[in-house]
């Protein structure tokens, strides 16, 4: 017969397993265990497991115990594990983008040691703000007035639809209606911060005159345009650059803001890509 749960929680097998780790952890896999013993008898195996083993008695608390330490091994190791990338995408999102360089790895290391002044400001002895550490380096990279820095590009768009476009029109290409890393789709961010979608243009081709003549209808709160990432549309196509919407924006006194994706710094071309 099958002991109980409790039986066996309290066998001198599972003293040890019970010290070592949580008892609610240790219930869970013995649970589990328990429903494979079930099922691998009513399937008439006989024996549950290989001969010589583990013993071969269905009521020794051993039997349960090994199973279950081997559980609590499998379900504490990290699912993240390198990888050798051999699909010829240098920057793969699926496995991690880039790989970061060892000054990177150093400088992260030595400051997660211990303690650090991630909000604090050691010149004027008070709370300070994470963003200095970051702000005026990616203002320097990329000339940009401001900078904040957000988990995830999804989180930045939301962060910047919600702020200048709430309850308002933003004009965006039919062709650049796309889904985005994480399952997110532009209409549904856009609806989630708040703001109302206003199509321009059609599928393959939105020209700079769409723009104007959605901007007369809807009276919008910004200008979108967004990178489509990992597809493109070829053939008979036609859309307008980012420095014809942001002359098209300085002239309306529209923002215009640009989801770049994962964005690129440095110059592929420099780098021999």
């Not at 051999?86 to 400051?111: E, Q």
């Not at 990279?141 to 709430?166: D, E, I, K, P």
């Amino acid at each position: 017969m099958i002991p109980s749960l409790e039986r066996l929680l309290e066998s001198d097998a599972f003293a040890g397993i019970l010290e070592a780790h949580p008892r609610g952890l240790v219930v869970q896999h013995l649970r589990t265990e328990l429903d494979r013993v079930r099922r691998e008898l009513n399937d008439g195996k006989g024996s549950v497991v290989d001969p010589g083993a583990l013993p071969r008695d269905v009521e020794d608390p051993q039997l349960y115990a090994v199973g279950v330490e081997e559980r609590l091994r499998v379900s504490a190791t990290p699912s993240l594990r390198s990888v050798i990338n051999g699909t010829g995408v240098i920057l793969h999102t699926n496995l991690g983008r880039a790989p970061l360089a060892d000054s990177a790895l150093d400088a992260m290391a030595s400051v997660a040691r211990g303690y650090a002044n991630l909000e604090y400001d050691l010149e004027a002895g008070s709370r300070g703000s994470r963003y200095d550490h970051c702000t005026d380096l990616l203002r320097e990279l990329t000339g940009a007035g401001g900078a904040l820095v957000s988990n995830n590009g999804a989180a930045a768009l939301v962060l910047a639809l919600r702020t200048m476009a709430f309850g308002r029109a933003v004009l965006v290409s039919r062709g650049e209606l796309v889904e985005i890393g994480g399952g997110f789709r532009i209409p549904e961010i856009l609806e989630s911060a708040g703001a109302t979608l206003s199509e321009v243009g059609s599928t393959n081709r939105t020209r700079l005159e769409d723009y104007r003549a959605g901007a007369a209808k809807s009276d919008p709160a910004l200008i979108l345009k967004v990178h489509r990432s990992n597809f493109r549309i070829t053939g008979f196509t036609e859309e307008a650059s980012l420095g014809e919407l942001v002359g098209l924006g300085a002239e309306l006194g529209v923002p215009v803001v640009y989801d770049l994706g994962s964005g690129l710094l440095a110059d592929p071309e420099r780098l021999g890509l």
